[in-house]
């Protein structure tokens, strides 16, 4: 009877304890930051791209934004949704080419691009 109880005791501890460990590291809201892909500079402008691949959750879909950095801020310019990759990216003096890729194979290849101001 003495060694039911201590097992009763000891179990009851370690669920105690699991409870606590939960309720201390659970975030309701808790979500993934976008990932960095590339920096794009284009010659002879002042302007520069940053390309993430952001994670899908309840509202958006996973895909890859492109931001423009204005006054030294990030700026969306464009959303990709479903492709995961960026395969490659080329600029000219007055474009931004970026070769995306869906890595599920749902969609064919995109070549997108974005035309630069002056």
């Known amino acids: 009877m003495k060694r039911k109880a201590v097992f009763f005791v000891a179990s009851l ?26 920096q794009v500079d284009p010659p002879k402008t002042q302007q520069r791209f940053t390309l993430y691949t952001i994670a899908s959750n309840a509202t958006v879909p996973n895909g890859i934004q492109v931001r423009e950095v204005r006054a030294g801020q990030e700026v969306v310019v464009g959303f990709f949704p479903g492709y ?7 600029t000219t003096d007055q474009h931004v080419r970026l070769h995306l890729r869906d890595t599920l194979g749902n969609r064919k290849d995109s070549l997108i691009t974005l035309t630069l101001r002056h």
């Open 13 to 38: 501890l370690v669920l105690l304890g699991l409870l606590v460990y939960q309720l201390a590291t659970f975030s309701i809201f808790d979500t993934n930051p976008p990932q960095l892909l590339r």
């Open 84 to 90: 995961t990759k960026l395969v490659a990216s080329s």
